[in-house]
């Protein structure tokens, strides 16, 4: 669903979207589930360049911390301007499910690509015992150990910009 700022014609809402507030912890997943990124608030990930023409990326969808769909606002230009909480029920294990299915799609792109892990001075066996496992582990915390920014240092933590884990992300997936 997309969601322009200006309402209707008829001066009725453009979309069905809940009241906006501030979202934190914004979830970015690749529609195929090869690529995830944790952003603590929608400016931050404008700033990242999400809402620009870029061909490097693909289709994504938003979800809150929660497991809330989040809508894309767009400006009058087209540009991602910011993100609204869907109506739908929030599905914390349609998250937990999408995100797990990121962590495979790295396991098996490193599996192949083992050099991803090698600079890091783990085994592929060790490296793969760091991953998240939505299934199994604390949402909050598989979060923590996605790729996201910080506000106070600008750098993706805690497997830092540079790191194998989220190099790893971006080689099977996408890039900046």
Do not use: C
Not at 149 to 168: C, M, R
């Amino acid at each position: 669903m997309l969601v322009r700022e200006e309402s209707r014609v008829d001066g009725s809402p453009a979309t069905d979207v809940t009241t906006p507030h501030r979202i934190t912890t914004i979830v970015a997943i690749a529609t195929d589930d090869t690529f995830a990124h944790v952003y603590s608030d929608v400016r931050q990930m404008i700033e990242d360049g999400f809402g620009d023409a870029d061909t490097r990326r693909g289709p994504l969808e938003f979800f809150s911390a929660a497991g809330a769909q989040l809508v894309p606002v767009f400006g009058p230009a087209w540009q991602l301007v910011d993100l609204r909480e869907s109506r739908d029920e929030p599905d914390v294990d349609r998250l937990r499910q999408r995100l797990a299915a990121v962590v495979d799609h790295v396991v098996a792109y490193l599996r192949k690509h083992p050099e991803f892990v090698k600079a890091s001075g783990l085994t592929l066996d060790e490296a793969l015992l760091h991953l998240p496992r939505p299934a199994e582990q604390d949402l909050a915390h598989v979060l923590a150990l996605l790729p996201h920014h910080t506000d106070d240092d600008k750098t993706i933590q805690p497997l830092s910009q540079g790191g194998w884990f989220h190099n790893s992300l971006h080689a099977a997936g996408w890039t900046h």
